[in-house]
């Protein structure tokens, strides 16, 4: 079946935990093997690579019936059914989950950012989440998918620049790009080289490393997205690295390739790599060519080592 979202996993979750202590790894695994998950589901990581989605579903899971009273942390990394949690199971409940828990009070004000103090300041894990109860994303999930349709966005965006310009910038940008990632040496070897090869199918060469013990041929095609390079254009390429005894190139171009294309380049003894128009401008992106930053979020836990330390 489907990966389950925080809120279907409540009451799961409240049930393990009142058999006894548990973590959240073993409750994960308890509920990949109740939900039957498959080996990708129970792998599947977040966009963000941080971690896996079940693993942060259950612990949102927990944190929100943790902030009903429904469960209590004895220890470090362990958590256990409260007195609470274990009166709601005798109520024999078909599903917990945030409106299920917005009927405490407790949990409304925490939920709704009512909570209200006199003597102390809000605890920043007070702070509401931004997450409605009808929405089955964890705060993590919203973040990352926010992260990548942004991301997504800005690809599109600097796809279009490109293309609005002539092919002499898009071998500046190639350059930029290159020694961004660590290759050419200096900026200036990597300009001089590129571009001036013009040797059969291949449009520069440029150092591997900064000592030029090894090169990478180039090829740089500035086409509409919407155009497919197919295979005859890598095998040019490829006849040209032969013809040059080069063992290692690289394809760039706007657009995308055809699956001829890259099935054949995954056959060759030599090392070929295509970076079609979605991986440039992800390279682009994580080098900082052509952007800048916009503003950086900050998100924090708690460190467990720091609490953990001996009274």
Do not use: C
């Not at 990966?3 to 009451?11: E, G, H």
């Not at 579903?57 to 990394?77: N, T």
């Not at 405490?104 to 300041?121: H, M, N, S, V, W």
């Not at 080098?287 to 950086?296: E, K």
């Amino acid at each position: 079946m489907a990966l389950p979202d925080y809120q279907t996993l409540m009451l799961p979750v409240l049930r393990l935990a009142a058999k006894g202590e548990t973590s959240v790894p073993i409750a994960s695994q308890a509920l990949a093997d109740e939900f039957h998950l498959t080996p990708e589901e129970r792998d599947l990581m977040l966009p963000s690579g941080a971690q896996r989605v079940l693993h942060n579903r259950v612990h949102w899971a927990k944190f929100y019936l943790s902030k009903a009273g429904l469960i209590e942390q004895p220890r470090r990394g362990r958590f256990l059914a409260s007195e609470k949690g274990r009166q709601v199971l005798q109520q024999n409940p078909a599903r917990i989950d945030v409106e299920f828990l917005l009927k405490d009070a407790t949990f409304a004000d925490f939920y709704r950012g009512r909570l209200e103090t006199t003597d102390e300041p809000r605890s920043p894990s007070d702070s509401p989440p931004a997450i409605p109860a009808a929405q089955g994303e964890t705060p993590e999930e919203q973040i990352d998918a926010a992260y990548q349709t942004l991301s997504a966005a800005l690809s599109s965006e600097l796809l279009a620049r490109i293309l609005q310009y002539d092919d002499v910038f898009f071998e500046a940008l190639v350059v930029d790009l290159l020694v961004a990632m660590g290759y050419g040496g200096t900026h200036r070897n990597a300009a001089e080289r590129l571009g001036r090869s013009g040797d059969g199918g291949v449009d520069g060469v440029i150092s591997e490393d900064r000592l030029g013990l090894d090169r990478i041929y180039i090829q740089a095609k500035r086409y509409q997205p919407s155009s497919t390079i197919g295979r005859p254009a890598i095998q040019a390429f490829v006849g040209s690295l032969v013809g040059l005894g080069a063992t290692k190139g690289v394809f760039i171009t706007t657009s995308s390739y055809s699956a001829q294309a890259l099935d054949y380049v995954s056959r060759l003894p030599q090392r070929v790599v295509l970076i079609d128009g979605a991986r440039l401008t992800a390279l682009m992106i994580e080098h900082n060519i052509g952007v800048r930053t916009n503003r950086v979020v900050e998100f924090k836990r708690v460190d467990e080592d720091y609490f953990s330390l001996e009274s």
